[in-house]
């Protein structure tokens, strides 16, 4: 019987807020208890840190978290399911700018690594 709290390795930031984090990393078949009597069983393996939709989200929604919207989003999001940047459109920062500053940063890291240091 599913619980009325969401699973103890989940982390609830806001009662507002539409995911659950990651406390622990956790493998995919895992069960966990959403909360509201939600169960959902893990399709891939969930990283600590990282988010799963609390509740079935439609796309377009905003989507919150500490009680704050974090984007909206890009298709409908099952209750259980990832979020990120596969289902969810930042409104303050376009992904496209997110992953050039990562492939920068990257680079960045490359080129130390052949100097021996930063």
């Known amino acids: 019987m599913a619980s009325s709290d969401p699973d103890g390795r989940l982390l609830l930031l806001s009662p507002e ?18 909360g509201g009597g939600l169960e959902s069983m893990l399709a891939a393996a969930l990283p600590a840190g990282h988010k ?6 439609a796309e377009g929604a905003r989507v919150l978290k500490y009680g704050a919207p974090i984007g909206r989003a890009t298709r409908a999001i099952a209750a259980g399911e990832p979020v990120h940047t596969h289902n969810l459109r930042s409104d303050w920062t376009p992904t496209h700018t997110l992953d050039e500053a990562r492939a920068r940063d990257e680079a960045g ?8 240091g930063p």
Do not use: N
Not at 17 to 34: E, I, K, N, Q, S
């Open 109 to 116: 890291a490359r080129e130390q690594a052949t100097r021996g």
């Open 17 to 34: 807020d539409d995911v659950l984090v990651a406390r622990c990393p956790l493998p995919a078949g895992t069960v966990v208890a959403l």
């Open 52 to 57: 799963i939709a609390r509740h079935a989200v």
